[in-house]
């Protein structure tokens, strides 16, 4: 199998091994192992917000396919990792809860949502989370309170330990089934509308700077970067910060990004960050480009009438 059949962005080639556990304690072994035996390895939710690189990876991909219990008690509901954002959101409307409809349509896990402190349309995880379970890189499962796990947008501190969620407890509350339908339906109609799901793809490539004020969308959409499409990338004609996959390799999804970056840089002196996360084996070459960091170099004269534009619109 490659990991392209597994990863929504469908890039990715072969590994050494699998590891799919089917319970946390099983997650924590299989965790516990890999650090014993020093085995590299990368953590794989559904990757819709990951690329996964075309090498050979020589090591492990623990993937969370089978962690997918999901209970619910009075108006908390325990999920598993692997659950899908859209089966939960499905949940809570079945069980009367509000809290949770923004998360209907997003693509991915429940387990990668809570480690990026995903948001939209709102909402943010970081609001209805009450704690989470995690596996250490060394395999022991510990319990984190929701107080000092968030730092805000798209930023937690297990993106900075690599501690892997296991399990979450969402606090929600009642609400009315109708209400909860109609706001779930919006979610799914905008993105529609927004031709969001037409291709494979990673949601945004890169995070927005709130420094500018400006969404990084409209910054690559004023820098023309839809003529870096080819005929297998294509960067959305709806949304300047999608980038599509129709048939193409990770390198080539990867170089179309670097000329975007560098593209806005050039013109609005902003050093965007990728939202998107690389997994597996970067070649050399990629790597020293992807890394790199510039000194931002704001152009306020081009910026300005871009953000009132945007201010003038919202
Ligand atoms: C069409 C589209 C629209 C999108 N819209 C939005 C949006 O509006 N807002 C938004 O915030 N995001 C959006 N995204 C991005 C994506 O939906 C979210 O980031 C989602 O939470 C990713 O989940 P995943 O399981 O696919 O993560 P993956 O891509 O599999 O993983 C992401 C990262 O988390 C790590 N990881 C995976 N599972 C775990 C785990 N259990 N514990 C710890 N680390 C883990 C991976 O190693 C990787 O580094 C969009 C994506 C697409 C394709």
């Given at each position: 199998?490659q990991?392209?059949e597994?990863?929504?962005?469908?890039?990715?080639?072969?590994?050494?091994?699998w590891?799919?556990p089917?319970?946390v304690p099983e997650?924590?072994?299989?965790?516990?192992?890999?650090?014993?035996?020093q085995?590299p390895?990368f953590?794989?939710?559904?990757?819709?917000n990951?690329?996964?690189?075309d090498?050979?990876w020589p090591?492990?991909?623990?993937m969370?396919?089978?962690?997918k219990?999901?209970?619910?008690?009075?108006d908390?509901?325990i999920v598993e990792?692997?659950?899908l954002?859209?089966?939960?959101?499905?949940?809570?409307?079945?069980?009367?809860?509000?809290?949770?409809?923004?998360?209907?349509?997003?693509?991915?896990?429940v387990?990668?949502?809570?480690?990026?402190?995903?948001?939209?349309?709102g909402?943010?995880i970081?609001?209805i989370?009450?704690?989470?379970?995690?596996?250490?890189?060394?395999?022991q499962?510990?319990?984190?309170?929701?107080?000092?796990?968030?730092?805000g947008?798209?930023d937690t501190?297990?993106?900075?330990?690599?501690?892997?969620?296991a399990?979450?407890?969402?606090k929600l509350?009642?609400?009315?089934?109708?209400e909860?339908?109609?706001q779930?339906e919006?979610?799914?109609?905008?993105?529609?509308?927004?031709?969001?799901?037409?291709?494979?793809?990673?949601?945004?490539?890169f995070?927005?700077?709130?420094?500018?004020?400006?969404?990084?969308?409209?910054?690559?959409?004023k820098?023309?970067?839809?003529?870096?499409?080819?005929?297998?990338v294509e960067?959305s004609p709806y949304?300047?910060n999608?980038v599509f996959?129709k048939?193409?390799?990770?390198?080539?999804?990867?170089?179309?990004?670097?000329n975007?970056?560098e593209?806005?840089?050039?013109?609005?002196?902003i050093?965007?960050e990728?939202?998107?996360?690389?997994?597996g084996?970067l070649?050399?070459?990629?790597?020293k480009r992807?890394?790199?960091?510039?000194?931002?170099?704001p152009?306020?004269?081009?910026i300005a009438?871009?953000?009132?534009?945007?201010?003038?619109g919202q």
């Amino acid at each position: 199998m490659q990991l392209k059949e597994v990863s929504y962005y469908q890039t990715g080639g072969t590994c050494d091994q699998w590891i799919v556990p089917g319970s946390v304690p099983e997650l924590a072994k299989a965790m516990s192992r890999l650090h014993a035996e020093q085995t590299p390895y990368f953590l794989l939710g559904a990757g819709s917000n990951s690329l996964v690189m075309d090498d050979h990876w020589p090591g492990a991909v623990v993937m969370f396919s089978r962690l997918k219990g999901i209970c619910t008690v009075h108006d908390r509901i325990i999920v598993e990792a692997g659950v899908l954002n859209t089966f939960l959101a499905e949940k809570c409307l079945a069980d009367s809860l509000t809290g949770a409809e923004w998360m209907y349509c997003l693509p991915g896990q429940v387990g990668a949502t809570v480690r990026m402190n995903a948001r939209c349309y709102g909402g943010e995880i970081s609001q209805i989370v009450e704690s989470v379970t995690v596996v250490t890189r060394q395999g022991q499962i510990r319990n984190y309170p929701n107080d000092g796990i968030f730092l805000g947008y798209k930023d937690t501190i297990f993106m900075r330990s690599q501690e892997v969620v296991a399990s979450v407890t969402l606090k929600l509350k009642p609400g009315e089934q109708d209400e909860i339908r109609r706001q779930m339906e919006f979610c799914k109609t905008d993105r529609e509308k927004k031709h969001q799901l037409a291709y494979p793809s990673c949601g945004c490539v890169f995070k927005n700077d709130y420094t500018a004020g400006v969404p990084s969308g409209l910054l690559l959409d004023k820098v023309g970067v839809r003529a870096f499409s080819t005929g297998q990338v294509e960067i959305s004609p709806y949304h300047a910060n999608f980038v599509f996959n129709k048939g193409a390799s990770a390198r080539q999804i990867l170089e179309v990004t670097l000329n975007m970056r560098e593209a806005v840089y050039q013109h609005f002196g902003i050093w965007l960050e990728y939202e998107m996360e690389i997994l597996g084996q970067l070649p050399e070459d990629l790597k020293k480009r992807i890394s790199e960091v510039r000194e931002p170099r704001p152009k306020e004269s081009e910026i300005a009438p871009l953000r009132e534009r945007f201010l003038a619109g919202q």
